[in-house]
């Protein structure tokens, strides 16, 4: 079983379209992060839930809205896309009260025609 | 925020040769986190080290954090140990933020 994985691996899309990532973990950790990693590797943190509450929201268009139905899942909704959004997209999981070590899933790269 | 560098930015060795990174921190921080991303684009955990000294295998890591450094270890490296190295710290002054560091990228060649 893999402790965080991500749905789909691969989305090809047109702009202006909308589409979801979905992350699920089965480690049992409160914490859950999206993070976007962009051509030049770089990773950057997006959204943070801690028990289905948002934590941490960096300056990320309000297009994008994680929704965390419950502590398993966060999954990730972004409208209207444009072409700046391709990049990787990787959910993580981590400990609450710290984070801990973080675990993360195999990402998803969403590339926008 | 907190600022993180890791050098050199990139490395290229012979397989069998060493090799030390480096991640250097601007603030405080509670934990340490050094990642391997893999020519898949896997991110895989190499070590959760907030200080002190921890080994694994061919690899071991330092975390001097009174001096806001840690030291990514490669012995005897091979060409499964090419990819991106990132170091992930946590700032003591925020909240369950994880700043990634600029990366490493390291070609192992045969």
């Known amino acids: 079983d893999t402790a965080v994985s991500q749905t789909p691996k691969y989305l090809v899309t047109q702009m202006g379209n909308d589409k979801s990532i979905k992350c699920e973990q089965n480690?049992?950790?409160?914490?859950m992060y999206w993070y976007k990693q962009d051509s030049k590797k770089f990773l950057k943190i997006m959204f943070s839930y801690n028990n289905k509450e948002l934590i941490i929201n960096e300056t990320v268009p309000n297009r994008f809205s994680p929704k965390s139905p419950d502590k398993a899942h966060l999954n990730l909704h972004i409208n209207s896309l444009e072409l700046g959004d391709s990049a990787v997209y990787f959910c993580?999981?981590?400990?609450?009260?710290?984070?801990?070590?973080?675990?993360f899933g195999e990402g998803s790269r969403l590339t926008v025609l | 925020g907190i600022q993180v560098e890791q050098s050199p930015p990139d490395l290229i060795l012979q397989e069998g040769a060493n090799s030390t990174l480096r991640c250097n921190f601007s603030d405080s921080v509670n934990n340490l986190q050094w990642f391997h991303q893999n020519p898949w684009g896997q991110l895989i955990n190499l070590f959760y080290?907030?200080?002190g000294t921890k080994q694994n295998g061919r690899l071991s890591a330092t975390t001097v954090a009174t001096e806001r450094y840690s030291l990514l270890y490669i012995s005897s490296s091979q060409t499964t140990d090419s990819g991106v190295y990132f170091c992930?710290?946590?700032?003591?002054?925020?909240?369950?933020?994880?700043?990634f560091g600029t990366g490493t990228k390291l070609q192992v060649i045969p």
């Open positions: 080290i907030p200080s």
């Open positions: 992930a710290v946590v700032n003591s002054g925020g909240y369950q933020k994880v700043t």
């Open positions: 480690l049992g950790h409160d914490t």
């Open positions: 993580a999981t981590a400990l609450a009260g710290g984070p801990g070590e973080l675990f």
